[in-house]
C-alpha cells in the first residue's frame, strides 16, 4: 500500500532563512510524488510532482524537492521563505490501484517570523 | 480558464438532514474526485468518477454517494448527517483517468450541528 510520512507537524523559520519540509513514502512502485500548499480556508495549489523524470524537481515560488530513492524521502525546500509561504504544506503520493487516487500526508504547518 | 468550481461555499446542516455538494471540473476535464479533509488533517479520498462511472471509492460509509453527469459536473450527496461529517469537501478534476494531476476547487464547508 502507498503512503506517506511528514515527519513534522509544525515548523518555524524566519524570514529569509532556509525552509525544510520533511516527507517519506513507502511504495511498492515507482512513485507519483507531489507537494500541495494550502492557505488558511483555501483549496489546495500545487506546488510540484516527481513522475520518474528527474530525482531534483523545481517547482513554482521557488520551492523544489529531491526524490531519493534509497531514502524514500521527497523532501521540499526553499533557500529563503517570505512571509507568504505561511500555510500548510501536504506531501501526496498517487496510488497505483488504478484510480491514482491521492494519499494525503498529515500536512506540516509552516510558520514564518519576521 | 476557469478553474475547479464548488458550491455552495459554506453551509450549515442539522444532523440527520441531508446535503447535495457540487462540482464543476476544468473544462476538458472527465474525471472528478472527492476528499473529505477534516479540520488538522489531510484529506481522505471518498469517490473517483471517470466518464461518468464510479472508478473508485474510499472507506467512507453509504450515507455517502456522488454522481457524475454528461457535462462531467458532480454532486456527493450526504445523508443522514453526523457530527463527525462537519469538514472541508474538497473536489479535484483531471483529464482523463491515469492522470497524475489533480486541480483543486476552493472547498465546501460544511457544519454539522
Known amino acids: 500500500a502507498q503512503s506517506v510520512t511528514q515527519l513534522d507537524s509544525h515548523v518555524s523559520v524566519s524570514e529569509g532563512t532556509p525552509v525544510l519540509l520533511r516527507c517519506n513514502y513507502s511504495?511498492?512502485?515507482?512513485?507519483?510524488l507531489f507537494w500541495y500548499v494550502q492557505h488558511p480556508n483555501k483549496g489546495l495549489q500545487l506546488l510540484l510532482k516527481?513522475?520518474?523524470?528527474?530525482?531534483l524537481v523545481k517547482g513554482i515560488n521557488g520551492f523544489e524537492a529531491e526524490f531519493k530513492k534509497s531514502e524514500t524521502s521527497f523532501h521540499l525546500t526553499k533557500p529563503s521563505a517570505h512571509m507568504s509561504d505561511a500555510a500548510e504544506y501536504f506531501c501526496?503520493?498517487?496510488?497505483?490501484?488504478?484510480?491514482?487516487?491521492?494519499?494525503f500526508g498529515t500536512g506540516t504547518r509552516l510558520k514564518v517570523l519576521a | 480558464d476557469a478553474g475547479v468550481t464548488q458550491s455552495p461555499t459554506h453551509l450549515i446542516k442539522t444532523r440527520g438532514q441531508q446535503v447535495t455538494l457540487r462540482c464543476s471540473p476544468i473544462?476538458?476535464?472527465?474525471?472528478v474526485s472527492w476528499y473529505q479533509q477534516v479540520l488538522g488533517q489531510g484529506p481522505q479520498f471518498i469517490f473517483q468518477y471517470y466518464e461518468k462511472e464510479e472508478r473508485g471509492r474510499g472507506n467512507f460509509p453509504d450515507r455517502f454517494s456522488a454522481r457524475q453527469f454528461p457535462n462531467y459536473s458532480s454532486e456527493l450527496n450526504v445523508n443522514a448527517l453526523l457530527l463527525g461529517d462537519s469538514a472541508l469537501y474538497l473536489c479535484a478534476s483531471s483529464s482523463r483517468q491515469g492522470t497524475y494531476e489533480q486541480y483543486f476547487g476552493p472547498g465546501t464547508r460544511l457544519t454539522v450541528t
Open positions: 516527481y513522475t520518474s523524470a528527474a530525482t
Open positions: 501526496v503520493v498517487s496510488d497505483t490501484d488504478g484510480t491514482y487516487k491521492y494519499i
Open positions: 473544462s476538458g476535464h472527465k474525471s
Open positions: 511504495s511498492s512502485y515507482s512513485p507519483s
